[in-house]
């Protein structure tokens, strides 16, 4: 097969059509304490940022943008959880300072936009999700609260962050059309979703209604992004329209296998347990040997469960390359 571009071969796999290799990618940015550890071990030091140590290791570059929602120089929670409101006058005094479409860098895209039309890269981006989102809003407990004590608010909130989104993908859109997208919401922890099935009806699937459509329609593959057991919230998922997950932590137990199984067509990027990692050759190669059999098949691309930890030798991540280059040329 003749070799693809990286846009390409992106997708192929998420298509479950032919593809020449796997991709050789990480989708997320290291620990800085990974990449300190690394540069005291003969990281080359031109290898400054995220997409630079991408291409020092010889990787396929996904170039990610990321959107919060938030803008300007909004206050800072009083301590990390807190939250910034607890009712609707708070909301509205620091309304001014949410949902602006300034945040939107249409420079950041341009100096991708020729790289990407030509297949080099592939680009995604990230909204903070409905679940995410009012969680920095209100604080994490008071969040959990909000789903029955305040939900006039809760609406509101992911209303305007839902009509925001429908307007940052135009403009976004204006300049690239990127490859796939992630709702960041990391709304499961190691023993599934942190809230029901019931409330994730209510107060998020009629959000992404009205936002997938638009994102389906200019061709962008739809995520989310859950840490934590997402076995059960895998189908409510496919229920409001998202077609993929990521990162599949092996520390919450996540089997891709059945995964797959359950959702035949869904999207997967990541399940490299990170904790192998360190083992060493033996390790790592049991873990490709692991994955290597869904990836196969299509619509999903291995990648590190979450970010590479400082745990993590340089050497033992040359070693990591080495056996991940070897795995995708297999297929």
Request: charged content about 25%; aromatic content about 14%; hydrophobic content about 35%.
């Amino acid at each position: 097969m003749t070799e693809m571009t990286t846009r390409e071969r992106f997708h192929a796999i998420m298509e479950f059509r032919d593809f020449d290799r796997l991709p050789v990618v990480e989708w997320a940015s290291w620990w800085d304490k990974t990449i300190e550890r690394w540069r005291n071990e003969g990281l080359q030091p031109d290898a400054k940022e995220r997409y630079d140590i991408s291409r020092y290791f010889g990787q396929d570059v996904y170039h990610q943008f990321r959107y919060t929602g938030i803008y300007g120089n909004c206050p800072c929670p009083a301590a990390s959880g807190a939250g910034l409101v607890s009712d609707a006058d708070d909301y509205e005094r620091l309304r001014q300072y949410f949902f602006q479409l300034e945040e939107i860098n249409t420079d950041a895209l341009e100096k991708v936009a020729v790289q990407h039309r030509q297949g080099e890269i592939a680009t995604w981006f990230s909204f903070n999700g409905f679940f995410w989102l009012p969680r920095v809003f209100f604080g994490i407990e008071k969040h959990l609260y909000a789903f029955y004590d305040n939900t006039e608010l809760m609406h509101r909130m992911n209303m305007e962050n839902a009509e925001w989104m429908l307007k940052a993908i135009d403009k976004i859109c204006s300049v690239l059309t990127p490859d796939f997208m992630t709702f960041a919401e990391d709304m499961s922890y190691n023993n599934g979703p942190m809230i029901s099935k019931k409330l994730f009806d209510e107060f998020m699937k009629p959000y992404y209604r009205l936002v997938i459509p638009r994102l389906k329609d200019r061709g962008i593959k739809v995520f989310i992004d859950s840490d934590g057991d997402v076995h059960e919230p895998a189908g409510w998922f496919t229920e409001a329209g998202i077609q993929g997950i990521l990162p599949l932590e092996a520390q919450a137990g996540v089997d891709l296998s059945r995964l797959r199984n359950d959702n035949p067509e869904q999207l997967y990027i990541g399940g490299y347990d990170k904790m192998k990692m360190p083992g060493g050759e033996e390790s790592m190669r049991a873990e490709f040997e692991r994955l290597l059999p869904v990836a196969k098949k299509g619509g999903y691309i291995i990648s590190c469960d979450h970010q590479t930890p400082p745990g993590v030798s340089l050497e033992n991540y040359r070693i990591y390359m080495k056996l991940f280059n070897e795995y995708a040329r297999s297929v």
